[in-house]
């Protein structure tokens, strides 16, 4: 099973930046897609960003041009780099990893969360 260690999150005032990261660890696995979600409270989990392990990315309508995410494949890590931060980006952020398992004999998809790491944006 694959692990994931966000780690980054905290308290920054509105315009400021902050940068999330998630770690990937386990044995035998490749990571396909990972994303970051978000979960304020008293609403939904949401998609915030998502990217391929080619690299393909897409945003949440609210934070394009604001957020950006990137991963590196060597290190099994993806960040998001959250830029002009408001208060409405205040939430305990997830990050989410697909990923398969290969044997001689079989082959299976799962999927990983991780712990969250919670940002506040307030002045």
């Known amino acids: 099973q694959v692990q994931l260690v966000e780690s980054g999150g905290g308290l920054v005032q509105p315009g400021g930046s902050l940068r999330l990261s998630c770690a990937a660890s386990g044995s035998t696995f490749i990571i396909n897609d990972m994303g970051w979600y978000r979960q304020a409270p008293g609403k939904e989990r949401e998609l915030v960003a998502a990217?391929?392990?080619?690299?393909?990315?897409k945003y949440a309508d609210s934070v394009k041009g604001r957020f950006t995410i990137s991963r590196d494949n060597a290190k099994n890590t993806v960040y998001l780099q959250m830029n002009s931060l408001k208060s409405e980006d205040t939430a305990v952020y997830y990050c989410n990893a697909d990923y398969t398992v290969a044997t001689e004999t079989w082959e299976a998809d799962f999927d990983s969360w991780g712990q969250g790491t919670q940002v506040t944006v307030s002045s």
């Open positions: 990217i391929t392990s080619g690299g393909s990315t």
